[in-house]
């Protein structure tokens, strides 16, 4: 008999609890998804205001934390590529970050080529018609245009899905110093 009143008195807490703990597992972001449910990297460039040719085709996957924003990007190999045949960036395997509404900060993987030397980008932000670069000591402004229009990484000898056979690149043009220099001049 007293077996089943504490069976009465338990089995309610237990089901209140059970319930408890299948509510916190479905509404709980969720760091990373399937596939076929989470929306392309680009989307989420999108979404964030951000334009699409920011990233090259050929990414691979991708996670992304929406509560935290913190974001991996995974390429089969580094990637490099050019904006206007001036611009060169590069993206290492992992590229990461944090992402919010016109912001990438806190960066780590991604590089831009300034004055023949490359510097990893720390920070972009989307301010009106550009998008600002911050590295350690550099920053500067390039047209949002520039990203418009889809990317693709180069390769020289055993190209892959998304890249460009590239066998020579240019150095960087006097457009480009011309921009850098006045952008640290206008901040």
Sequence with gaps: MMCSAITKR???????????IILIIHTTPAIT????????????????????GLL????KDYDFNITTGKFSIYFNRACTFSLQNSYHVKYKPIFEGYLSSGRLYSLKGVYVRAFLVWREVEEI????????????????????????EETQCWCLFSCGEGQVRKL????????????????????
């Design 56 to 59: 090259p085709q050929g990414i």
């Design 10 to 20: 338990l089995l309610p807490l237990a089901a209140a609890t059970l319930i408890c």
């Design 168 to 187: 020579k690149t240019s150095p960087p043009s006097f457009l480009f110093m011309k921009t850098m220099y006045r952008s640290n001049i206008d901040n």
């Design 125 to 148: 932000l989307q301010r009106g018609d550009d998008l600002v670069f911050s590295m350690k000591t550099w920053s500067y402004k390039l047209p949002v245009d520039y990203f418009e």
């Design 33 to 52: 998804s399937s596939s076929s449910s989470k929306p392309s990297v680009y989307d989420l460039l999108d979404d964030y205001n951000f334009p699409l």
